[in-house]
Each structure stands twice: as structure tokens, then as C-alpha cells.
């Protein structure tokens, strides 16, 4: 599978409140762990696709949860567009 995504890495939110990291599979899922921090958190495990160039698609039985637009990799880090919010995450093996 192509992607925008680096798969095999671990994506963490840069984030002083909200906690968010997700591992992209080759197969097309994606193990996240989202919630605040020191609060609640879910493990949930979802489906992504690439959606264009420099977009992803994540989803859970066909309903898309988010869109991730603009990706962009500078050396560790990602930046993606999410329901209008530019989020940086640190790529970590």
C-alpha cells in the first residue's frame, strides 16, 4: 500500500493537553491512542486511506472519524491539516 504516512513509525501529537499517537500499518489500519492529558485516553484501532497526494482518511466500519490533509514530512515530524487545525507529530520507530 502507497502512503502519505510513515508506516512502521509511531506519530506522536506535539501537544501539552491533548494526547495522540497513532501507528500506521502496511495493511491499512492504524492503532491510536487519543485522549487528554492526565485524563482519559482510548485505544482505539481504525482503517486509513489515502485520499490524494497529500491526504489520508481515517475511519471506523466505513465512517470517517478524521481527514488529514497537507501532509508534510520535514526530517521527524509530520505536519497534517485536521478539521482546520495544523498538528505537528514527532515520528519516532
Not at 482510548?42 to 465512517?63: F, K, M, N, Q
Not at 514530512?73 to 519516532?92: E, P, Q, W
Request: glycine share 10%; aromatic share 6%.
Amino acid at each position: 500500500m502507497i502512503t502519505v504516512v510513515p508506516t512502521g513509525c509511531t506519530l506522536e501529537l506535539v501537544s501539552e493537553t491533548t494526547v495522540g499517537q497513532y501507528r500506521f500499518g502496511p495493511d491499512g489500519s492504524v492503532s491510536v491512542t487519543i485522549g487528554m492529558r492526565n485524563g482519559p485516553v482510548c485505544a482505539p484501532i481504525w482503517a486509513y486511506r489515502v485520499v490524494g497526494d497529500t491526504s489520508i482518511e481515517l475511519s471506523r466500519e466505513g465512517a470517517r472519524l478524521e481527514l488529514w490533509t497537507e501532509i508534510q514530512r520535514l526530517d521527524d515530524t509530520l505536519h497534517v491539516t485536521c478539521s482546520g487545525n495544523r498538528l505537528t507529530f514527532k515520528i519516532s520507530p
